[in-house]
């Protein structure tokens, strides 16, 4: 029902930026809210950012100041941009985006593919 693909991912320098974007595709959908996963080589995936349809952010701790996230309704795209990037930061990044369908308790969510993030020391 959902497509998501991200772009964006790179190699940058410790503290530098790099903004990522997810496209949403499909036809006969709802999104509630996009946001953005990551997962390091070895370690569990965490939460990095949500947005609703409303506008309203919120964030995990450790990127809160440095991370933005933002998402443009009409063209179904949420974006994260990231600044002051540290090598911990290196991971792959997943968008997201929960569907509500007519008749479910409760919204689906979606899974992009990831896009790469590599910050160097």
């Known amino acids: 029902q959902v497509q998501l693909v991200e772009s964006g991912g790179g190699l940058v320098q410790a503290g530098g930026s790099l903004r990522l974007s997810c496209a949403a595709s499909?036809?006969?959908?709802?999104?509630?809210?996009m946001g953005w996963y990551r997962q390091a080589l070895g370690k569990q995936r965490e939460l990095v950012a949500i947005i609703t349809s409303g506008g309203n952010p919120n964030y995990a701790d450790s990127m809160k100041g440095r991370f933005t996230i933002s998402r443009d309704n009409a063209k179904n795209m949420v974006y994260l941009q990231m600044n002051s990037l540290k090598p911990e930061d290196t991971a792959l990044y997943y968008c997201t985006a929960d569907v509500l369908t007519y008749g479910s308790k409760s919204p689906n969510r979606y899974w992009g593919q990831g896009t790469q993030v590599t910050v160097s020391s």
């Open positions: 499909g036809s006969s959908f709802s999104i509630i809210a």
